[in-house]
């Protein structure tokens, strides 16, 4: 496998020799490593893209270029602030081996990572991340690829859903039927919202679409937030979509796949940290529609969870990975219970915002 490695790292445009390579992370949808060079050189990322999860990885890379291109020329250090995309000797964004596409990118040193935001500066930190990201990009006009269709858009969400049921290929709706209800109830609103969005009152935008806090990067020295990472899923929709995903995240007092759910409630602390961050730098750029709706999109992205995690098990769990027979639908009352608590807290979450 070093072998493989070595020679995949060779075809793009590294500075030195390289010294060793080494796995990073945990690697659930990419396989990550750290390309180390020798003397002076500076280190770089190799990542192997899943194509499975990401069809047009080429469009994928592209995307990722230009904004980070556009980051670069609005940050006092280009080289730490954003990701530097390496390009291959060829000329390309990535390195085709059969099926597989690998791309590099530039380590950048003295930095970490977190997995969880245990307390409410971290979660402020958090919401810098992405307000600033969004802040960066406010003004980017060109058209971006669509690399994971329908991410984020209920009516297509919808769709694939009723598709599922009808369909009920290993025979679990009839079983489901309060589950289902709790769907059905929500419809009518969630595509009330998303219509404003295809109509235009609420504007589109660059969007991270994983705003989870291990994909920001803190200085080491002082542990405050530097850049946002993982751009794989960056593509054009509302905003408010990587808001109010990051809350489900990062103020939600369980794991998303809590079996107690006495345990999981939005954490109205961690709530105001992270909103408070992110409107620090975001606000400024912001419409009026978007302010009036950011409460709002933490209950849209937390019901498209219940959703999809629903669809998942009835479907025969054949998208997420489980560790169990039952497991999406734990992980569906779970999220369920964390949307309760966002409805019931709803006028809290408001108030937060228009003080802010």
């Known amino acids: 496998m070093i072998d493989k490695l070595l020679n995949i790292a060779g ?68 080289m730490r602030e954003t990701l530097t995309v390496i390009p291959a000797k060829d000329g390309n964004l990535y390195v085709k081996d059969g099926e597989n596409f690998w791309a590099v990118c530039l380590f950048i040193p003295e930095t970490t990572s977190l997995t969880r935001a245990e307390s409410p500066e971290q979660a402020y930190q958090g919401g810098l991340g992405t307000g600033r990201f969004q802040a960066l990009l406010a003004d980017f006009d060109q058209p971006l690829n669509e690399t994971i269709k329908g991410f984020h858009n209920i009516r297509w969400r919808f769709r694939q859903w009723d598709e599922t049921i009808d369909a ?42 994983d705003t989870k806090i291990s994909n920001v990067l803190f200085n080491k020295v002082d ?51 992270y909103t408070e961050g992110y409107l620090h730098e975001r606000k400024a750029s912001m419409v009026q529609s978007e302010l009036d709706h950011l409460a709002f999109s933490a209950r849209y992205i937390t019901f498209e969870q219940v959703l999809r995690f629903l669809m ?43 003080s802010k």
């Not at 759910?261 to 709530?271: R, Y």
């Not at 054949?318 to 019931?344: C, F, G, W």
């Open 11 to 78: 075809q793009f445009d590294l500075e030195g020799n390289i010294a060793e390579i080494k796995p990073l992370g945990e690697g659930f949808i990419n396989d990550t490593y750290v390309v180390k060079t020798e003397g002076d050189a500076p280190d770089y990322i190799l990542q192997r893209k899943n194509h499975l999860i990401f069809p047009d990885v080429p469009g994928m890379m592209d995307n990722i270029k230009a904004v980070t291109e556009h980051i670069k020329k609005k940050v006092a250090d280009p």
């Open 168 to 209: 009920d290929p290993v025979g679990r709706v009839a079983q489901l039927k309060e589950e289902i209800s709790w769907i059905e109830s929500r419809r009518k609103e969630m595509l009330d919202f998303w219509s404003l969005v295809e109509d235009g009152t609420i504007p589109m935008h660059v969007t991270h679409n």
């Open 223 to 273: 542990g405050s937030m530097l850049c946002m990472i993982d751009l794989d899923t960056v593509m054009t929709s509302t905003s408010l979509n990587d808001y109010g995903d990051a809350i489900r995240i990062y103020a939600n007092t369980g794991a998303e796949d809590e079996k107690d759910i006495d345990k999981v409630e939005l954490d109205i602390e961690m709530f105001k940290a």
């Open 312 to 354: 998942d098990y009835i479907d025969g769990d054949r998208y997420y990975k489980i560790a169990y027979p039952d497991h999406n639908l734990v992980r569906t009352r779970a999220q369920y219970k964390l949307l309760q608590s966002m409805e019931m807290k709803y006028e809290q979450m408001r108030e937060v915002i228009s």
